[in-house]
T-cell receptor
Framework: NAGVTQTPKFRVLKTGQSMTLLCAQD?????MYWYRQDPGMGLRLIHY???????AKGEVPDGYNVSRLKKQNFLLGLESAAPSQTSVYFC?????????????FGSGTRLTVV | AQSVTQLDSQVPVFEEAPVELRCNYS??????LFWYVQYPNQGLQLLLK??????LVKGINGFEAEFNKSQTSFHLRKPSVHISDTAEYFC?????????????FGTGTRLTIIP
């Protein structure tokens, strides 16, 4: 099925460990985004990409890095995980087709840092 | 930069009663507006969106919202709620710069339906 796929769905990390979250979309969308969701704070933008090979900082970029080496993939990295990065992470891509505009979200990755 | 305010963090409503979830935005340019619903332990589902045209937008599950430019609001309404509407609702805005702009979310409103 077409859409945005996030892997893994769940992960527990120890403080200081590193990991990469993968987001893959098969809709040929140019723009992709990483958000984190925390209770009472809604979704906040971490990083985004406006095309292959480009990335930009969002609202809460500290402690994260991203890469967009291929148009269909957007990777979110945590170099040294901290308990404050315990969150649910959502990837999204956006489209603009024939005056129709919207976003497609992945199902989320629940990350716990202990 | 744009911002979204959802003043009500929690809204309890009796089953079959009407509900309004409030959303106000701030932006110096024209915007696109969205409402998403998130059921427990699930992802985001689009309820409805306003891009242009009629200011009254109808969405899924009997929800509708009205774009009010003068009051910079995009309140969500449903005339009669059901237990299955229990969820968290997010209002979001992006600037209408030919699309493909980052989405800014409100902090969410938790709707609880009381039997």
């Amino acid at each position: 099925n077409a859409g945005v796929t996030q892997t893994p769905k769940f992960r527990v990390l120890k403080t200081g460990q590193s990991m990469t979250l993968l987001c893959a979309q098969d809709m040929n969308h140019e723009y992709m985004y990483w958000y984190r969701q925390d209770p009472g704070m809604g979704l906040r933008l971490i990083h985004y990409s406006v095309g292959e090979g480009t990335t930009a900082k969002g609202e809460v970029p500290d402690g994260y890095n991203v890469s967009r080496l291929k148009k269909q993939n957007f990777l979110l990295g945590l170099e040294s995980a901290a308990p404050s990065q315990t969150s649910v992470y959502f990837c999204a891509s956006s489209y603009w087709v024939a005056s129709n505009y919207g976003y497609t979200f992945g199902s989320g990755t629940r990350l716990t840092v202990v | 930069a744009q911002s979204v305010t959802q003043l009500d963090s929690q809204v309890p409503v009796f089953e079959e009663a009407p509900v309004e979830l409030r959303c106000n935005y701030s932006s110096s340019v024209s915007v696109y507006l969205f409402w998403y619903v998130q059921y427990p332990n699930q992802g985001l589902q689009l309820l409805l969106k306003y891009l242009s045209g009629s200011t009254l937008v109808k969405g899924i599950n009997g929800f509708e919202a009205e774009f009010n430019k003068s009051q910079t609001s995009f309140h969500l309404r449903k005339p009669s709620v059901h237990i299955s509407d229990t969820a968290e609702y997010f209002c979001a805005v992006s600037v209408s710069n030919f699309g493909n702009e980052k989405l800014t979310f409100g902090t969410g409103t938790r709707l609880t339906i009381i039997p």
